[in-house]
């Protein structure tokens, strides 16, 4: 257990090697998701290159969480300017001084880890860094739970998602707890809930602070102001190696505001970014070798990211060993199945591009004509009672298996031709296109409703050449062939 400033103390695991020898760094992980038991019999594949170069994990529950005393807030609301405040920033730092004072034969570097909330620890110790961390990777960190992260989509509430992750982790302190839905189609569920006062008054009773604040704040007020942490990020503070995903299903805003926030001020340079095609943590998984059933032609880039990207990155800051990073951003290219470097991002090369929606429902690069006329718009009517589903139905809960993972990868006609759906559809590609950067889409729309809330995708659509299969369809595939 490790004291903090007001006193309470926090479950912390401390993992050494067996065969160590001399003083070592300590690879730090903090996160509400529970602490290991005993130590792992097989290293798993998240930190099987990270150990071959010899560290000193240190896994700790966060206040409030499992055995760690104190209240667990789920926030990330920062305050350094009130010197009695206790948040993840100060936390981390309390820590890291007991821990480079009382784990024997350390080094005094640490460095900091970790995916999605244990990423948001990482990632918040850059607001207030102790002088002993030398390097942090975040990975998927949110940063503003009502722009683009967990909890909602630029001011859609994800209502599923938010509903549901609440109740895991402040339903019961001991434990990650799942919802238990009375039928397995969770859109009808939802449907069937009616208004979202329902859930406190038929389930939850007002016992889900997170979920309360969900509620009472539907707007951008000063809540969702104080959450969104990176509003007081302007430098780069800590060496850090920033990992998204692009098809990440959770957190895809985080990683990419924490870059260019620290870009504001980085004259050593130490602000870093990767992304690949991943889903929520895949990089983290032993292979990485396809998306739901898109392969990346033999890749497997969860593992070259921590051999040949991750593990050279603490190496060099924390052993002191290697070269630093002579690139500012790597990428994986799905298309072409490559990983590419580039020395600033975006990249110099990169032009912007624009592509039209027509009101004939074609899509293509050249701007509508003047002669389309005034009239020129599509419309549809929106049933709220018949809402559009964003996964196909059965959609199961979010956690803790089912298809949440990869459905932003799932093929998407199982909405194409609603009457709610407006789809625009380019002639084949003439030639190969390389999408490198940002995207933003600017939409032209008016409702005769109160609100509207608007879902824009860009989809690649893949040839209609089915592949046939490799054995007579009478006899079937031999045993074992595949």
Do not use: C
Request: aromatic residues 14%; negative net charge.
């Amino acid at each position: 257990m490790i004291p903090v400033r007001d006193g309470v103390k926090l479950q912390t695991v401390i993992l050494t090697p067996v065969d160590q020898h001399g003083p070592l760094p300590i690879l730090f992980r903090r996160t509400p998701y529970g602490v290991p038991e005993k130590p792992p019999e097989q290293m798993p594949a998240s930190l099987k290159e990270l150990a071959q170069d010899g560290y000193i994990f240190v896994i700790q529950n966060l206040r409030g969480r499992f055995r760690s005393e104190g209240v667990f807030e789920l926030t990330s609301q920062v305050d350094l300017s009130n010197p009695k405040a206790t948040n993840e920033t100060t936390d981390a730092y309390d820590s890291i001084e007991w821990l480079v004072k009382n784990v024997p034969n350390n080094s005094g570097k640490v460095g900091m880890y970790g995916v999605s909330y244990d990423g948001l620890t990482t990632a918040l110790t850059l607001l207030h860094p102790h002088p002993a961390l030398a390097a942090i990777s975040e990975q998927a960190s949110p940063v503003d739970q009502w722009m683009n992260d967990d909890d909602h989509r630029y001011g859609a509430l994800r209502e599923s998602y938010d509903f549901e992750y609440a109740v895991m982790e402040q339903a019961d302190k001991n434990s990650n707890t799942h919802f238990d839905f009375e039928t397995y189609d969770t859109y009808q569920w939802y449907l069937d809930l009616g208004p979202l006062s329902n859930i406190n008054a038929k389930y939850l009773h007002g016992k889900i602070p997170y979920w309360n604040s969900t509620i009472d704040h539907p707007d951008y007020d000063d809540f969702w102001k104080k959450e969104a942490w990176v509003r007081q990020l302007h430098a780069s503070t800590v060496p850090n190696l920033n990992v998204a995903g692009f098809w990440d299903q959770e957190d895809p805003w985080g990683p990419w505001q924490i870059f260019r926030h620290a870009e504001e001020h980085d004259p050593d340079h130490t602000n870093f970014i990767v992304a690949g095609p991943w889903f929520h943590g895949q990089w983290q998984g032993p292979k990485g070798e396809a998306i739901g059933l898109i392969p990346f032609a033999g890749h497997e880039t969860a593992r070259e990211f921590r051999e040949n990207i991750e593990a050279p990155f603490f190496r060099y800051y924390l052993h002191g060993k290697g070269e630093k990073p002579n690139w500012q951003a790597t990428t994986f290219q799905s298309g072409s199945n490559s990983w590419h470097s580039y020395p600033l991002w975006p990249p110099k090369e990169a032009q912007a591009t624009n592509l039209y929606l027509h009101a004939d429902g074609s899509l293509s690069f050249t701007a509508p004509a003047a002669g389309e006329g005034a009239k020129a718009y599509r419309e549809y009517v929106s049933d709220p009672a018949n809402p559009v589903p964003y996964r196909q139905r059965p959609i199961s809960p979010t956690y803790p298996a089912g298809d949440w993972r990869t459905w932003e990868v799932a093929d998407q006609r199982f909405v194409d031709h609603r009457p709610d759906v407006l789809s625009f559809v380019s002639a084949p590609l003439d030639r190969d296109i390389t999408i490198t950067g940002p995207l933003a889409t600017a939409l032209f729309a008016s409702t005769s409703g109160t609100d509207s809330d608007f879902v824009v995708k860009l989809i690649d659509a893949y040839p209609e050449n089915a592949q046939k299969n490799g054995w007579d369809p009478q006899a079937g595939p031999k045993p074992g062939e595949y």
